[in-house]
């Protein structure tokens, strides 16, 4: 039993179906994360927990009470909103204030407890400014502490980060991060970005379409998506659909021409193709002999971008399929490779992740240009 | 070259902060010289009727008695309380209807937001004394409320302060919605998700959150019709009662005026009446702009 949990939950907006018979169970002090592209359901998810929006189906379990049909007002969470809400008429100590004036906490305990958040967020010598003269990351702040000040059994907060600017939101996750540490609190994370809820999540929900694709570790998303979709959208990944022709040695294996393969391990599943996923970097450029339980496979260089700490190269492959290379720029006199040159590319058995038959994935649209950006 | 330079640009800010004023004289010349005319000079001959002794002419002599006379009126000061308590209690109906009337069109209306605006503003085109009348026809004592209710006629619909009340809440009543209901427009209705969420219920929520941030529309929106109903005088004409209970300041300067022919009573005491409100709309200014900085 966890501390939340949604149990069966489905919530329809004029027929539209935002959620789809999702079920979480979050233990206490973890940090969770539903992520997706808009219109997956997150937000909505979230909503039900805070009670903003009541399921069609399904209940609502806030440490191990019903609250399927609680109000907001009454339940023992607080949620950090996209825009803040922050009370533009109240100083930053009155909207900290705010929760604990309305359950009537005697004053000595409410400046107390405003003191202590406001340094715990670091908002120190600003109680008595208006939100209007904070800067976007000292209202995120505000928003925080006002949550945070109730001692809410959980913090629920809908992309917080969003309205600000990148340097900002990195500092922000880390911070967040540690918050989160510090205080013990369960925080539920509702974000788009892929990589504040791989840097902060203890376990994230990829949703789509309004059911939960894949709920794992950060580590298990990346290595082990359970359908492209994920593949694609954790990361940056190659998907290749592999005609089995042989079974051999706890192997599947795609025979091409001139002696090429591609090799993936045989999960035991049956059906005539496979589709696979391979991350850029674990894919090497052939300098030496290709060892046994490797794909190998040519291809054409065509576009090369420096990025830095790694080189992502773009090879088309004699079979019409493009792949995203990374190459790490770990020395020096690194030369790469020219755009038109041809590469030999082997990759280990074990870095083809099987994610299923093709006819299951359906659409997916997850092509290695688009899930880089 | 810099201080060039700096002297170039100095002469081009001197320029660009010029023109503007030049601009804003053009634009308010035609407005400012109408008001001159036609608000201004009718005032100042009032003020000057208000001080000089009867007969006016321009050797009558200057004196203070219009004032001393309005002033001492025991009559006078009976219709001002009558005059105040018939005109907040309409503002106070205006109020009750207005808050959350605004509130609904802004928060909860959707669609409907631009239809109840335009019957708003239909409502407040149509003649004042065709509304009027049409009350009558309503409260009239074989108007349509006394012909529903069974029994005999309800005898304090019509002729009576509640008449009188009811009518100038109805003819007033978009002026008090539409700065409420500006003033709405501007708030986030995150702020009502989040006072929510930190526990308030919709009492709180109205209290804390709402009434503070529309506060600076509830004040224009009082001024508003405080004003001219200080000065109202055919409501009461049409539908107010014989024994005086609605006897309203607007009707006695009117009637020192045209029946009495006292001219200097009348502009005195139009002048006190002007004075009030000018001081109500200072007051008022002062308390929209105080509650900005201390809610």
């Excluded at chain 1, 976007?136 to 702040?141: F, P």
């Excluded at chain 1, 791989?198 to 379409?209: F, K, L």
């Excluded at chain 2, 105040?84 to 309409?90: C, D, H, L, S, V």
């Amino acid at each position: 039993m966890g501390h939340i949990v949604v149990e069966g939950c489905t919530k329809r907006f004029d027929e539209v179906l935002a959620v789809n018979d999702v079920t979480l169970a979050i233990p206490a002090g973890e940090f969770f994360s539903m992520l997706g592209p808009s219109g997956c359901g997150k937000t909505t998810t979230l909503r039900m927990i805070a009670g903003f929006e009541t399921p069609d189906e399904g209940r609502i379990l806030l440490q191990g009470r019903d609250v399927t049909a609680v109000q907001p007002q009454r339940r023992n969470v607080n949620m950090v909103f996209q825009s803040y809400g922050l009370f533009p008429h109240m100083t930053v100590g009155e909207n900290i204030a705010f929760g604990l004036k309305i359950r009537k906490l005697d004053r000595a305990e409410i400046d107390q407890r405003v003191a202590e958040v406001i340094r715990t967020v670091r908002l120190t010598g600003l109680d008595d400014r208006r939100p209007a003269q904070l800067s976007g990351g000292q209202q995120q702040r505000v928003a925080l502490a006002r949550a945070l000040v109730n001692r809410p059994a959980a913090l629920l907060l809908d992309e917080p980060l969003g309205a600000l600017d990148l340097q900002l939101r990195k500092e922000m996750q880390l911070e967040l991060k540690q918050l989160q540490a510090r205080t013990g609190t369960t925080f539920v994370y509702v974000t788009h970005d892929q990589e504040e809820a791989m840097t902060m999540s203890d376990r994230i929900a990829v949703m789509r379409g309004g059911v939960v694709e894949q709920l794992a570790t950060p580590r298990e998303l990346y290595a082990r998506p359970a359908s492209a979709f994920v593949a694609g959208f954790i990361g940056v990944s190659n998907l290749i659909t592999v005609r089995v022709d042989r079974r051999e040695g706890g192997l599947l294996a795609m025979e091409l021409a001139d002696g090429e393969r591609l090799l993936a391990v045989d999960a035991g599943g049956a059906g005539e193709e496979v589709q696979i996923t391979v991350r850029p970097e674990w894919i090497k450029l052939a300098d030496e002999i290709v060892g046994e339980r490797e794909s190998r496979v040519t291809g054409t260089v065509t576009d090369i971008v420096y990025l830095g700490s790694v080189t992502q190269l773009l090879v088309l492959l004699r079979t019409g399929e493009r792949l995203t290379v990374h190459r790490l720029n770990d020395q020096v006199d690194h030369v790469d490779p020219r755009p038109g040159e041809q590469v030999v590319l082997r990759w280990a058995a074990e870095h083809s992740y099987v994610i299923g038959t093709p006819a299951a994935i359906g659409d997916t649209n997850t092509s290695p240009a688009a899930a880089a950006g | 070259m810099a201080t060039v330079g700096e002297a170039v640009d100095l002469g081009r800010m001197r320029q660009a902060r010029r023109r503007p004023r030049r601009g804003v004289f053009g634009i308010l010349f035609a407005p400012v010289t109408l008001l001159l005319v036609l608000f201004l000079a009718p005032m100042l001959i009032m003020v000057q009727m208000s001080l000089v002794r009867f007969p006016p002419n321009v050797d009558s002599g200057w004196t203070l008695e219009h004032y001393g006379g309005v002033l001492t009126n025991e009559l006078n000061r009976t219709i001002a309380l009558n005059t105040a308590f018939i005109a907040t209690t309409a503002m106070i109906a205006m109020l009750l209807v207005a808050i959350p009337l605004a509130y609904f069109m802004v928060f909860k209306a959707g669609k409907l937001e631009l239809l109840i605006l335009l019957a708003l503003v239909l409502a407040d085109e149509l003649a004042p004394v065709v509304k009027i009348y049409a009350w009558q026809v309503i409260l009239g004592r074989q108007g349509v409320i006394n012909f529903l209710v069974p029994g005999e006629p309800i005898e304090w619909l019509i002729f009576s302060r509640f008449a009188v009340i009811l009518t100038l809440t109805t003819t007033y009543v978009t002026y008090t919605t539409i700065p409420i209901y500006a003033a709405m427009k501007a708030i986030d209705p995150a702020v009502f998700e989040s006072s929510r969420d930190l526990g308030a219920g919709w009492w709180q929520q109205t209290k804390k959150v709402l009434l503070p941030l529309a506060a600076p529309g509830i004040f224009i929106a009082m001024i508003l019709v405080y004003i001219p109903m200080l000065t109202d005088f055919v409501t009461s004409d049409i539908l107010g009662g014989a024994g005086g209970g609605t006897y309203m300041m607007g009707q006695r300067v009117r009637d020192l005026i045209l029946q009495d022919v006292d001219w200097g009573s009348g502009a005195a005491l139009n002048f006190l009446l002007l004075s009030v409100s000018v001081v109500l709309a200072l007051a008022s200014y002062r308390l929209a702009k105080l509650n900005r900085i201390e809610p």
